[in-house]
T-cell receptor
Framework: DTGVSQDPRHKITKRGQNVTFRCDPI?????LYWYRQTLGQGPEFLTY????????KSRLLSDRFSAERPKGSFSTLEIQRTEQGDSAMYLC???????????FGPGTRLTVL | AQSVAQPEDQVNVAEGNPLTVKCTYS??????LFWYVQYPNRGLQFLLK??????LVKGSYGFEAEFNKSQTSFHLKKPSALVSDSALYFC?????????????FGTGTQLKVEL
């Protein structure tokens, strides 16, 4: 399978716990994006990497959120001290260039109890 | 700031009839425009894009879209709808004049194709 993969697909956690999600992009894609999608809304941009450099961050990305792409391949998104408002689908996408479409993974659905 | 409007929450069409899903956008520079489709419990799938060139863009599964700069629109169309086209459709824009690399999505339009 050469698509974008995300792990886990589902995560249920209690408020205040930390969670970490992983994204593996399509192997030749040097650009990687994280989005968040809540029910009834379109995806909202969180952050963007070109290789290992994090070049853009949304104001949605509070101090409790951190993302890394240490070797320019897979990426992790960590949420510390989760809140119920963090419940959403977290989507990862990758692309080979800025003029290209982004290819999305299946998402990680986070539920914070 | 860049934004996208999809004015219809839901579009209903009979199988075999033409379908249109509307999208308008707002950017400060020139737009890159995209349509994605989302099936239940699955990720977004790319349908088509407008970057430059011909205003009529053809994409996957028989879909096409027309870029209209004066009306700032990028409506999705298909000449003959199939029941299997029923899904959630998202329009997205990237502002190449200063919006960075992010895509801004509309709120989505649920397409329901009935027999």
């Amino acid at each position: 399978d050469t698509g974008v993969s995300q792990d886990p697909r589902h995560k249920i956690t209690k408020r205040g716990q930390n969670v970490t999600f992983r994204c593996d992009p399509i192997s030749e894609h040097n650009r990687l994006y994280w989005y968040r999608q809540t029910l009834g809304q379109g995806p909202e941009f969180l952050t963007y990497f070109q290789n290992e450099a994090q070049l853009e961050k949304s104001r949605l990305l509070s101090d409790r959120f951190s993302a890394e792409r240490p070797k320019g391949s897979f990426s992790t998104l960590e949420i510390q001290r989760t809140e119920q408002g963090d419940s959403a689908m977290y989507l990862c996408a990758s692309s080979p260039g800025t003029n290209n479409e982004q290819f999305f993974g299946p998402g990680t659905r986070l539920t914070v109890l | 700031a860049q934004s996208v409007a999809q004015p219809e929450d839901q579009v209903n069409v009979a199988e075999g009839n033409p379908l249109t899903v509307k999208c308008t956008y707002s950017v400060s520079g020139n737009p890159y425009l995209f349509w994605y489709v989302q099936y239940p419990n699955r990720g977004l799938q790319f349908l088509l894009k407008y970057i430059t060139g011909d205003n009529l863009v053809k994409g996957s599964y028989g879909f096409e879209a027309e870029f209209n700069k004066s009306q700032t629109s990028f409506h999705l169309k298909k000449p003959s709808a199939l029941v299997s086209d029923s899904a959630l459709y998202f329009c997205a824009v990237r502002d190449i004049g200063g919006g960075g690399n992010k895509l801004t999505f509309g709120t989505g339009t649920q397409l329901k194709v009935e027999l």
